[in-house]
C-alpha cells in the first residue's frame, strides 16, 4: 500500500503545479462568488439561481481536474518516459493504476471542497442579505450530500479517464473520448425518460434495444447528481440513494480494473 | 545464479498494419555476478529493446528472460535491480531529496533506511549541495547523476543502464566512468549498454557486440574495436 500512497502523493503534488490547475481553480472560484450577481440580473427566485450557478460550477471545476488532468497527467508519464522510472521497481502496474487513481482522486476532492467552501459562503451571505419578501430555507445537509455524490461522479470520471490512457498514448484521444462518455452518461437518464414517455412509442424496436444496451453499458452519471435535490431541497430516498453510491463505487472499481488488465500487458516503448 | 540470463529472445515490432521489424532474433548470453559487462552495437541494433525486455517495460515475442532466476516480468525480480532508462524526463515538481525518497517508497524502504543512504548517495554523485533545489533547474548532467542516485537507493545487486553517457558532455561523461568504476571495487554487477567504445573497453570484465538484433560477439574486450569494424563492413556489405 506503501508504493500505491507514494504515486499517489506525487500524482496530487504534480496537479495542484499545473498552472492550467490554478487557473481553472480561480475562474471557477470568481464564478462562485459572481454567482449572486449573475443571479441578480435573472428573472426568478435569486437564491435558487445562485445556488444552480454555483452547483455547476462546482461540476465544471470537477469535469475538468477529472478528466483533463487524469488524461494529460498519464501521457506525459508516457511520453516523457517518467514512467520507466516507476514501473522499473518492484512495483505491479496495476499499483501505478491505482496509485494515479488516488493521486488524481485526492486533488478532484481538493479542488472541488475548496470551491465547495468558496459557493458556501457566497450562498450564506446572499441568504442573509437577500432583499426578497420570502427568504426561502437552504438545505445546507443536501447540499453537502450533493458535494458527496459530485465527488464520486467525478472519481468515476477519473476511471474513465485512466481506462482511455491505459491504452492509448494520446492525451487528446483519451480526453475526447471520456468527455464523448461524460456527455453520454449525463443524459442517459433523460433519454430513458423520453423512451418511456408517449414519444418513446414511435421509436422503432431496434433503435430502443439498442438504448438499452447503452443504458447498461455507459455510466449513468445522472444518478450520482443531487444537484435538482439540494436546490429546490426534494425530498431523499435513502434506499435509491444507497443503490446510486453502490453503483458508483462498483462501476469505478470495474473500470480501474479493465484498466489494470489492458496496462499490465501494454508495451511500454 | 547469473545475475541476467537470455535465451533465445526474439522480439519483433509492427510498422504499420503489416510490416513487422525484427529487433532482436535469437539473443541469448548470460551475465554472472560481480561483472561489469557492456552491451555495444551501433545506433538500432536492439540494446534498448534488450534491456526494456529485461525491465518489464515490453515482453518478448519468444524466449526466456530472467534476472537472479526470476521472470523479468515478475515485479519481485527487479528487486535486487537498480536501473538507469535512457535520457527520462525527471517529475520537475520535486526536488532532488524529494526524487530519491519517491524511489525509495518505490522500492519499500522506510525513511528511517532511506535518509541515510539518500545522503550518501547525493554525495556520491556531487549533488549534496542541490538537494533541495527543484529539479527543473538541474542541468542535463545533474539530472543523469540523480537518475543514477535513484537506481543506486536500494544498494542494489545488480545496476542496469541504457546508454549512461549520452548527451553528457567530456566532464559529465568522466565523472560516470568514475562513478561506474567505484560500483565495480564494491562487487556490484553492472550491466550498461553504449556505443562509445573506448568506454566500454576500459571498464568492461566481458562485451556483448549486437548488430541488427543479432548477437556477433562474446567475450573480453580487448579487440572490441577492430571486431565492431569488421562486423560493420560486413553488415553494410549485406
Known amino acids: ?217 455507459f455510466p449513468n452519471l445522472s444518478l450520482l447528481d443531487l444537484k435538482a435535490i439540494a436546490v429546490h431541497n426534494l425530498p431523499l430516498n435513502i434506499g435509491n440513494l444507497g443503490l446510486s453510491l453502490l453503483y458508483g463505487l462498483a462501476y469505478t472499481a470495474l473500470l480501474l480494473l479493465f484498466a489494470s488488465f489492458i496496462f499490465d500487458r501494454r508495451e511500454l516503448n | 545464479m547469473s545475475a541476467i540470463s537470455l535465451k533465445e529472445i526474439y522480439k519483433t515490432y509492427k510498422k504499420g498494419l503489416r510490416q513487422r521489424i525484427l529487433a532482436v532474433k535469437n539473443l541469448s548470453f548470460a551475465v554472472e555476478q560481480g561483472e561489469i559487462f557492456g552491451f555495444v552495437g551501433p545506433n538500432g541494433a536492439g540494446k534498448s529493446t534488450t534491456i526494456k525486455i529485461l525491465m518489464g517495460l515490453i515482453f518478448a515475442d519468444r524466449g526466456e528472460a530472467r534476472l537472479f532466476d526470476l521472470p523479468c516480468s515478475h515485479p519481485k525480480a527487479r528487486a535486487k535491480v537498480g536501473f538507469v532508462p535512457e ?76 546508454e549512461p553517457l549520452s548527451g553528457l558532455d567530456p566532464i559529465g561523461r568522466m565523472e560516470i566512468m568514475d562513478l561506474i568504476k567505484s560500483l565495480k571495487e564494491e562487487g556490484k554487477t553492472i550491466f550498461f549498454s553504449s556505443h562509445i567504445l573506448h568506454d566500454v573497453e576500459t571498464v568492461c570484465d566481458r562485451v556483448a557486440l549486437i548488430v541488427r538484433g543479432e548477437l556477433k560477439f562474446l567475450g573480453k574486450p580487448d579487440n572490441i574495436e577492430e571486431t565492431f569494424r569488421e562486423e560493420i563492413q560486413k553488415w553494410a556489405k549485406s
Open chain 1, 1 to 217: 500500500m506503501g508504493k500505491i500512497i507514494s504515486i499517489a502523493k506525487v500524482t496530487f503534488k504534480e496537479g495542484i503545479r499545473e498552472r492550467v490547475f490554478l487557473g481553472v481553480l480561480i475562474f471557477v472560484g470568481l464564478l462562485l462568488i459572481g454567482s449572486g450577481f449573475l443571479a441578480d440580473l435573472s428573472i426568478g427566485d435569486i437564491l435558487k439561481v445562485t445556488q444552480d450557478i454555483g452547483l455547476s460550477g462546482l461540476s465544471l471545476l470537477g469535469l475538468f481536474v477529472a478528466l483533463f488532468l487524469s488524461t494529460h497527467l498519464i501521457a506525459k508519464d508516457l511520453d516523457k518516459k517518467t514512467i520507466y522510472l516507476v514501473v522499473s521497481k518492484p512495483i505491479a502496474r496495476w499499483q501505478y493504476i491505482l496509485g494515479k487513481f488516488l493521486g488524481l482522486s485526492f486533488l478532484t476532492i481538493f479542488a472541488i471542497f475548496v470551491g465547495f467552501i468558496v459557493f458556501l459562503i457566497t450562498l450564506f451571505y446572499f441568504w442573509k442579505t437577500a432583499k426578497i419578501y420570502h427568504v426561502p430555507q437552504i438545505a445546507w445537509g443536501k447540499h453537502l450530500l450533493a458535494f458527496v455524490y459530485l465527488n464520486l461522479k467525478m472519481c468515476l470520471l477519473i476511471a474513465v479517464g485512466i481506462f482511455f490512457s491505459s491504452f492509448t498514448s494520446s492525451a487528446l484521444v483519451a480526453f475526447s473520448f471520456s468527455l464523448l462518455i461524460y456527455f453520454i452518461g449525463a443524459n442517459l437518464q433523460n433519454v430513458k425518460m423520453i423512451l418511456e414517455s408517449k414519444v418513446g412509442e414511435n421509436i422503432t424496436p431496434i433503435l430502443k434495444s439498442l438504448f438499452k444496451l447503452a443504458y447498461w453499458l
Open chain 2, 87 to 162: 535520457q527520462p524526463a525527471l517529475y520537475d515538481h520535486l526536488t532532488g531529496a524529494e526524487f530519491l525518497h519517491f524511489a525509495g517508497e518505490l522500492y519499500g524502504l522506510s525513511k528511517k533506511n532511506f535518509m541515510e543512504q539518500a545522503l550518501k548517495l547525493l554525495e556520491k554523485v556531487g549533488l549534496k549541495e542541490a538537494m533541495n533545489l527543484k529539479l527543473r533547474h538541474y542541468s542535463k548532467g545533474m539530472q543523469q547523476r540523480l537518475v543514477i542516485a535513484q537506481a543506486l537507493i536500494t544498494n542494489p545487486e545488480l545496476i542496469i543502464m541504457d
